[in-house]
């Protein structure tokens, strides 16, 4: 895979706008060089380390995770899910990434104390590989949201997908954020009447 090269783009207000005069014909004219900036050749561009581009992605994940959190829990005042923020992104694409935004546990029809974790995406791709947990990745979409079975691993001292829930153990994944919320908000309810009222939605 070829390796990326990032840089950093000139923000808007400092671009200058191009100058109406040719400054070959002013020279002609005047037999004067012009020493004004917007006349010269702009600024070389500024490669990023992957670091850098890694502590960027990580702050827009982390405020579109805290923006998150704050709809799922200015629902109804019983539903309310910890706040549990982190990020990882791709190696060798730090531009992309994932953030953790909560963890909860909810019961199912056969299935009883499911743990669960949500987590917002900048890409789309196919999700619950062995080895490689996102394949197939694709960047045209914006965000893709998804909720996973968690266990605790004892070994590493740490959580991981459940697959004994299901091969993948995703419960759900979309790229329409209005169904990502009405699907937390399901996995959160307490009882059967508030999931009817979250179906309505």
Do not use: M
């Given at each position: 895979m070829q390796k990326l090269r990032y840089y950093a783009a000139p923000k808007a207000e400092t671009q200058m706008p191009p100058s109406s005069k040719a400054v070959?014909?002013?020279?002609?004219?005047?037999?004067?060089?012009?020493?004004?900036?917007?006349?010269?050749?702009?600024?070389?561009?500024?490669?990023?380390?992957?670091?850098?581009?890694?502590?960027?992605?990580?702050?827009?994940?982390?405020?579109?995770?805290?923006?998150?959190?704050?709809?799922?829990?200015?629902?109804?005042?019983?539903?309310?899910?910890?706040?549990?923020?982190?990020?990882?992104?791709?190696?060798?694409?730090?531009?992309?990434?994932?953030?953790?935004?909560?963890?909860?546990?909810?019961?199912?029809?056969?299935?009883?104390?499911?743990?669960?974790?949500?987590?917002?995406?900048?890409?789309?791709?196919?999700?619950?590989?062995?080895?490689?947990?996102?394949?197939?990745?694709?960047?045209n979409y914006g965000r893709m949201y998804f909720a996973v079975a968690i266990k605790p691993e004892a070994e590493a001292k740490s959580m991981t997908i459940d697959r004994s829930f299901r091969d993948n153990g995703l419960l759900f994944q979309t790229v329409d954020p209005k169904e990502a919320l009405r699907n937390v908000l399901m996995l959160g309810a307490r009882d059967a009447e508030l999931r009817k009222i979250i179906a309505k939605l």
């Open positions: 070959h014909t002013e020279f002609l004219r005047t037999g004067r060089i012009s020493r004004s900036r917007e006349d010269w050749l702009p600024d070389e561009r500024r490669y990023l380390s992957y670091e850098e581009v890694a502590a960027r992605t990580g702050r827009r994940l982390e405020r579109a995770a805290e923006t998150t959190h704050e709809r799922i829990n200015g629902f109804h005042r019983s539903i309310k899910f910890p706040k549990v923020i982190f990020h990882r992104t791709l190696n060798n694409s730090p531009h992309l990434g994932y953030c953790h935004v909560t963890a909860a546990r909810t019961n199912f029809a056969q299935y009883a104390d499911v743990k669960w974790a949500f987590y917002i995406a900048n890409f789309f791709a196919e999700l619950g590989g062995e080895e490689v947990f996102f394949e197939q990745i694709k960047q």
